[in-house]
């Protein structure tokens, strides 16, 4: 492993393919890379939200699914291991009810933002939306692991609470849905100024 840390171009991949971690290779275009690749960038989002969280709880949280993640990309290079348990989804049911039970009762559709660490929070949700949705296209296929699909489907309900949690932290609002609104309209008296650097019209 440490030579293999320590180089980090090979050249082997220069065909389209990559090794899996039984050394065998696929397209990278494959459903099980596209798998992987999925898991990659959902845990690099959470790493973005980890720069917006000012809880040492929350921190920590996020940590630990970054390392759960980063076993479930293991898992799905090594098609015949499995590393996500029960115990890992059941762990982040408890940590989901707990921040859960700070919150107010949802009584509407909550729009993604709010803030700009809420915001980062809800593409982290939708990236793990996508990435669940892959593994269901890789299961029709081939074996996936049925815990692996449960974790990142409970991810995402923990994200979306986590998004909440940051909406309002600072004094911030979470946007609403409004079924019944008025779509906003320009002001009469607001001319927009000229732009003294615009080319003359033809």
Same mark, same amino acid.
């Given at each position: 492993?440490?030579?293999?840390?320590?180089?980090?171009?090979?050249?082997?991949?220069?065909?389209?393919?990559?090794?899996?971690?039984?050394?065998?290779?696929?397209?990278?275009?494959?459903?099980?890379?596209?798998?992987?690749?999925?898991?990659?960038?959902?845990?690099?989002?959470?790493?973005?939200?980890?720069?917006? &969280?000012?809880?040492?709880? =929350?921190?920590?949280? %996020?940590?630990?699914?970054?390392?759960? !993640?980063?076993?479930? +990309? /293991?898992?799905?290079?090594?098609?015949?291991?499995?590393?996500?348990?029960?115990?890992?989804?059941?762990?982040?049911?408890?940590?989901?009810?707990?921040?859960?039970?700070?919150?107010?009762?949802?009584?509407?559709?909550?729009?993604?933002?709010?803030?700009?660490?809420?915001?980062?929070?809800?593409?982290?949700?939708?990236?793990?939306?996508?990435?669940?949705?892959?593994?269901?296209?890789?299961?029709?296929?081939?074996?996936?692991?049925?815990?692996?699909? &449960?974790?990142?489907?409970? =991810?995402?309900?923990? %994200?979306?609470?986590?998004?909440?949690? !940051?909406?309002?932290? +600072? /004094?911030?609002?979470?946007?609403?849905?409004?079924?019944?609104?008025?779509?906003?309209?320009?002001?009469?008296?607001?001319?927009?100024?000229?732009?003294?650097?615009?080319?003359?019209?033809?």
């Amino acid at each position: 492993m440490g030579n293999r840390l320590t180089r980090i171009y090979t050249r082997t991949g220069d065909d389209g393919t990559t090794a899996l971690g039984d050394g065998s290779r696929i397209d990278k275009d494959s459903l099980r890379i596209e798998a992987c690749g999925t898991v990659d960038e959902l845990n690099s989002m959470i790493g973005l939200v980890l720069t917006q &969280a000012t809880s040492e709880e =929350l921190r920590a949280c %996020l940590v630990e699914v970054q390392q759960t !993640l980063f076993d479930l +990309g /293991g898992e799905l290079s090594l098609p015949a291991q499995t590393l996500i348990q029960r115990p890992q989804t059941e762990w982040l049911e408890l940590w989901l009810n707990h921040f859960n039970g700070q919150l107010p009762p949802l009584k509407d559709f909550v729009l993604p933002g709010g803030s700009l660490p809420a915001a980062y929070c809800h593409v982290a949700r939708t990236v793990c939306r996508r990435a669940e949705r892959r593994l269901v296209t890789l299961a029709r296929t081939e074996a996936v692991n049925p815990e692996s699909l &449960a974790y990142l489907n409970r =991810l995402s309900d923990f %994200l979306f609470v986590i998004g909440r949690m !940051l909406a309002r932290m +600072g /004094g911030h609002h979470e946007p609403i849905w409004q079924r019944d609104r008025e779509p906003p309209l320009p002001r009469v008296d607001s001319a927009v100024p000229p732009c003294h650097n615009a080319p003359p019209l033809r």
